[in-house]
């Protein structure tokens, strides 16, 4: 389906906001649309880099690591149940952002009887990790970044990301951050 002319005007507005700024964004972006046609959010695929082993995951406990590049953390959760876009034989895997979308504080603890990250030592949100990283409660009014997964046999494999991470508006190349290599 073709982009909507709000679609498009917000596209090339960033498009020129980005090529005036001097900013290069090497990413594909995509749109992607929810049931009723509206677009949900847009997803950036990024260089594919192993993030974990599914072998070594254990249900209800979280793994840390960064993506797209050093000093963007994220968390690795084998939730228990099968959950939105949850990858794996249960469709239990997924990882998001660990940066809150309120005012970009560290979100540290995951609570496995609820599924949620949080809360945020700044407002106290928390985010509800089988619902897409929708907030559940608190401050912020945005879903958290959620790391695009596949398995390849054992690996876990990062591809991407769905939503911006708050406070980089160009992920792979921000002030004090590594890109990674990818394996």
């Known amino acids: 389906m073709p982009l909507t002319r709000r679609e498009f005007m917000i596209a090339g507005s960033a498009i020129g906001a980005a090529l005036g700024g001097g900013i290069v964004a090497p990413v594909a972006l995509t749109w992607e649309r929810d049931a009723s046609g509206d677009v949900a959010a847009v997803t950036a695929r990024f260089p594919e880099r192993t993030v974990g082993r599914w072998s070594e995951l ?34 239990d895997l997924v990882g998001f952002s660990s940066t809150c979308t309120h005012m970009g504080c ?4 995951y609570r496995a009887d609820t599924a949620t990250l949080g809360p945020c030592p700044c407002h106290f949100t928390t985010f509800d990790l089988a619902a897409d ?12 970044s959620r790391v695009l997964l596949r398995l390849d046999g054992d690996e876990v494999v990062a591809f991407g990301l769905r939503r911006p991470i708050y406070g980089h508006a160009d992920p792979l190349h921000g002030v004090g951050v590594r890109v990674l290599a990818s394996t």
């Open 58 to 91: 254990v249900v209800g406990e979280s793994t840390t690591f960064d993506y797209p590049a050093e000093g963007q953390p994220n968390v690795l959760v084998r939730v228990g149940r099968p959950v939105a876009h949850g990858i794996g034989r249960e469709h």
């Open 106 to 109: 560290p979100l540290t603890e």
């Open 133 to 144: 990283g929708i907030p559940a409660f608190g401050q912020a009014t945005q879903h958290l």
